[in-house]
C-alpha cells in the first residue's frame, strides 16, 4: 500500500494550513469549496472556519488504498464523523482509532504523529473546536470545569472506546448543514450553529462517563510528576517502591492511575523512553552500541538488542547501517 504525506496529498505541510482559507477559492453556501484529483483520489473538500470552530467536509472516490503520514505538532480536538467508508489511525506509539462508517469518535490529540490507512471511498464531516471554547459550552449543559479536565487529562484519545454509531438526529443536522439554502453571513452562522448542536449531541448523556473519573486532582498532578521525573530518569535503576517513596503515593494509585493517564504501564513507559534514546543516539553519535545500552539503563548489550529489535523490528546495529547509508 503506497505511503504519502499530507503535503503529497493536498499540497500543504500540515492540517493547520490545509483548514485554512485560501486565496481565490470558490464559495458555496458559506463553506470554501474544492476539488480534489490526484491519483489515490477523486473528490471535494468543504470547510468553514472562524476562530473558535473548524468544519470540515470530504467526498472521496478512492483511487486506490493508501497511508496518509501524518505530524501534527499541534493539539487536536475534533468530533469526526465517519458517514460512508472508514478511518484507520494508529499512532506511532501503538494507539489505535478505528471509525468504521456511520460511526463518529470524539479525538483529543496532544500530538498527531502516525498514519492513517484508507481502504474505501468515504463521506467525513470533521468538527474542530478550542479546548477553552468546548469546555465553555459544555458548562452550559452542566458539567463542571473539574469534571471536564480530569477526564480530558484522562482520556486523550478518544472520549468513548469504540466509535459510535450516527443517530438519525444527527444525520438530519449534518444533512441540514450541508445542504441548506443560505448565503453569505447568514449561511456562516447556520453552519456554525448546526456545528455547535452536533458537538452538543455528541456528548448528551454522557455525564456518566465524566462522573466515573476515579482519581482526584492531586493524584492525576503526582502521576504527571512522576512522568516527568521517569522522562529524565528513564536510565537509572527504578522502582515501584522507590517511586511510592519519592511521591507519596501508594502503589495501587501509581499502577492504575498512570496506566488510566497514559494507556501504558509504568515499566513499558520506561522502557519505550530507553529505546527513544538509544534510537536518538543510535542516528547521532559513533558510540557503540554496548555504550549506547549501558547509558540507556540497559545492563547487557545482547539484552539491549534482543528489547530494541521486539520494539521496532529492526536490531541496532542493523538500523544505524541502513540510516548512515542513506
Not at 212 to 222: A, L
Amino acid at each position: 500500500m503506497k505511503t504519502v504525506t499530507l503535503k503529497e496529498l493536498y499540497g500543504k505541510d500540515h492540517l493547520h494550513e490545509l483548514l485554512e482559507y485560501s486565496e481565490n477559492q470558490s464559495f458555496t453556501n458559506g463553506f470554501e469549496f474544492r476539488l480534489m484529483k490526484n491519483e489515490l483520489i477523486d473528490g471535494k473538500l468543504m470547510k468553514y472556519r472562524d476562530e473558535k470552530v473548524t468544519v470540515s467536509f470530504q467526498e472521496w472516490t478512492l483511487q486506490q488504498p493508501f497511508l496518509l503520514r501524518v505530524n501534527h505538532p499541534l493539539p487536536m480536538i475534533k468530533v469526526q464523523f465517519e458517514i460512508e467508508g472508514n478511518s484507520n489511525f494508529e499512532s506511532v506509539s501503538k494507539k489505535a482509532i478505528l471509525i468504521p462508517g456511520n460511526h463518529y469518535q470524539f479525538i483529543n490529540i496532544p500530538k498527531t504523529n502516525g498514519f492513517i490507512a484508507y481502504t474505501s471511498s468515504r463521506k467525513v464531516l470533521d468538527i474542530y473546536i478550542e479546548e477553552e471554547y468546548l469546555f465553555e459550552l459544555l458548562k452550559t449543559q452542566g458539567y463542571s470545569e473539574k469534571q471536564l479536565r480530569e477526564h480530558f487529562l484522562l482520556k486523550n484519545y478518544t472520549f468513548y472506546r469504540d466509535a459510535t454509531v450516527i443517530n438519525e438526529h444527527q444525520k438530519k443536522l449534518i444533512e441540514e448543514m450541508l445542504n441548506h439554502p443560505y448565503q453569505s453571513e447568514f449561511a456562516r452562522q447556520f453552519i456554525r450553529t448546526k456545528a455547535l448542536e452536533l458537538i452538543i449531541t455528541v456528548f448528551a448523556g454522557a455525564s456518566n462517563q465524566l462522573n466515573s473519573v476515579k482519581w482526584t486532582q492531586k493524584d492525576i498532578e503526582i502521576i504527571l510528576s512522576i512522568k516527568s521525573y521517569l522522562d529524565e530518569h528513564f536510565h537509572e535503576e527504578l522502582h515501584l517502591k522507590t517511586l511510592t517513596r519519592k511521591f507519596g503515593i501508594n502503589e495501587y494509585k501509581l499502577k492504575n492511575a498512570f496506566k488510566d493517564l497514559f494507556d501504558d504501564t509504568v515499566f513499558s513507559y520506561i522502557r519505550k523512553q530507553k529505546l527513544k534514546r538509544a534510537k536518538y543516539l543510535l542516528l547521532n553519535s559513533e558510540l557503540e552500541i554496548k555504550e549506547i545500552a549501558f547509558l540507556t539503563g540497559f545492563k547487557y548489550s545482547h539484552h539491549f538488542s534482543k528489547v530494541y529489535y521486539e520494539y521496532y523490528q529492526i536490531k541496532p546495529q542493523e538500523f544505524r547501517t541502513q540510516h548512515l547509508s542513506n
